[in-house]
């Protein structure tokens, strides 16, 4: 494998990933702009509109009809909140030439469709098309609205939302129903325009090829030569991203017709450390990393507290959240049972084993990066909205230089910010 990236224009980069491990070439565009309340809603919907239609391809169906020429290309795209930046991504999947019947110039095709689907909108009176407008706010209300559904993840996003209140973090990534009545296909598209003239775009290309015939191609596309250099507005992931001072646990409960109690525990890392977020890591896998961690044996497995107890750690905010499914009487004893963990690691109550398979549980996860070519682009934009770019080697090597002491230090800059507990 080897990564490379080119800038295009200002704001504007290629990111090359050349692979043979696949017979599909992957091409992906990301559109990165700060998550904003006033916005949020709007970068959901308009993802969503630019899926239907493009000046030249102006239907889903006859986007279909042209994939499957292509033998069987798919499209796909999507919006995700990463750090404190809102991403509008976009997809396209394809064979790789050198596996096709005659010669033919796939990836020219691949890049031209997908481009023009983000950056050459169907529009009419100055407008998005009326009809795929207002089919995609149903569609998204109905999005916002089933969030509820799904218990384990209403109370996730729950616990994230008070966690960060006021803040970007804690904005939802689909945006909100009250929002979509204000929003029509004129005052869409006019948002849309200022947002393509300022926001970060990347655009990567995974697979087998010519990395400079690639490179000639997207820069030679008559979308990208129009598109104008820009100081890109979004938000760079800081490296230690230290929050304030937690001044005392929030606790916050929600009553709803539940069958058990979801509880999630919110942790801020404050840490001025070099290497914190490998250390955290490795902290976060001997918390609640799998079945060998204290949560799942303790919580889980020997009080018998909980169906499921983990803990996952996003790096782009450095924040833990514990998740457990509960009885509900049994709320207080498994609050005072996960503060004992968190107290063990602290005193440095875990053993060096402990510490090994954790790292191991990690490094494996860190080599698997490169067996889904999705997965492998989603880990290179990660080190480029943080501007430092790890090799997937040297991030296997921070994780195993990571020492017991380590884990101890960065226990003992972990606070607990917020409990939510959602029952009956």
């Known amino acids: 494998m080897n990564y490379e990236k080119k800038e295009i224009k200002k704001g504007i980069n290629i990111h090359n990933i050349s692979t043979n491990k696949f017979k599909t070439n992957?091409?992906?565009?990301?559109?990165?702009?700060?998550?904003?309340?006033?916005?949020?809603?709007?970068?959901?919907?308009?993802?969503?509109?630019?899926?239907?239609?493009?000046?030249?391809?102006?239907?889903?169906?006859?986007?279909s009809k042209k994939l499957e020429e292509m033998y069987g290309a798919s499209f796909d795209c999507g919006i995700e909140k990463t750090g404190d930046n809102h991403i509008m991504k976009f997809y396209l999947e394809a064979i790789s030439e050198e596996f096709l019947p005659e010669k033919e110039e796939l990836a020219k095709k691949c890049i031209e469709i997908l481009l023009d689907i983000i950056f050459n909108p169907l529009i009419e009176d100055n407008g998005f098309k009326d009809e795929y407008v207002e089919s995609e706010k149903n569609n998204l209300k109905q999005i916002i609205e089933s969030k509820i559904d799904n218990k384990r993840?209403?109370?996730l996003e729950r616990c994230v939302e008070e966690m960060f209140k006021d803040e970007p973090y804690g904005l939802y990534k689909y945006g909100y129903v009250e929002d979509l009545?204000?929003?029509?296909?004129?005052?869409?598209?006019?948002?849309?325009?200022?947002?393509?003239?300022?926001?970060?775009?990347?655009?990567f290309v995974s697979g087998t090829m010519d990395n400079e015939k690639i490179n000639s191609i997207i820069e030679q596309n008559d979308i990208i030569k129009n598109l104008k250099e820009r100081e890109p507005v979004y938000v760079k992931s800081d490296e230690n991203n230290n929050h304030k001072e937690v001044e005392q646990e929030k606790v916050v409960e929600e009553h709803m017709q539940v069958g058990q109690g979801n509880l999630v525990i919110g942790l801020k890392v404050n840490s001025n450390q070099d290497n914190a977020k490998y250390i955290t890591?490795?902290?976060?896998?001997?918390?609640?990393?799998g079945a060998n961690s204290k949560l799942f044996q303790n919580v889980r497995e020997k009080e018998s507290l909980a169906y499921t107890a983990a803990s996952n750690y996003r790096r782009q905010k450095n924040v833990i959240f514990i998740r457990c499914g509960i009885e509900i009487e049994n709320y207080k004893?498994?609050?005072?049972?996960?503060?004992?963990?968190?107290?063990d690691i602290k005193r440095g109550n875990f053993t060096e084993e402990d510490l090994n398979n954790s790292k191991k549980l990690i490094t494996e996860s860190i080599r698997?990066?490169?067996?889904?070519?999705?997965t492998e682009i989603t880990y290179y934009y990660g080190q480029e909205l943080s501007d430092r770019l790890v090799s997937l080697e040297e991030y296997v090597k921070k994780i195993e230089e990571v020492t017991k002491k380590d884990v101890e230090e960065i226990a003992n800059e972990i606070r607990i910010d917020t409990i939510y507990f959602l029952r009956d």
Do not use: H, W
């Open 368 to 374: 698997g990066i490169s067996s889904e070519q999705d």
């Open 181 to 203: 009545d204000k929003l029509t296909p004129q005052n869409l598209y006019e948002y849309y325009k200022e947002l393509i003239k300022q926001c970060k775009i990347d655009i």
């Open 281 to 289: 890591s490795v902290y976060n896998a001997i918390l609640g990393g």
């Open 26 to 63: 992957l091409y992906a565009v990301f559109l990165a702009t700060p998550m904003d309340r006033e916005n949020v809603t709007k970068n959901a919907l308009i993802t969503a509109i630019l899926r239907r239609g493009s000046q030249n391809l102006q239907s889903q169906d006859i986007i």
């Open 333 to 343: 004893k498994a609050i005072d049972t996960i503060k004992v963990q968190l107290e």
């Open 153 to 155: 993840t209403y109370s």
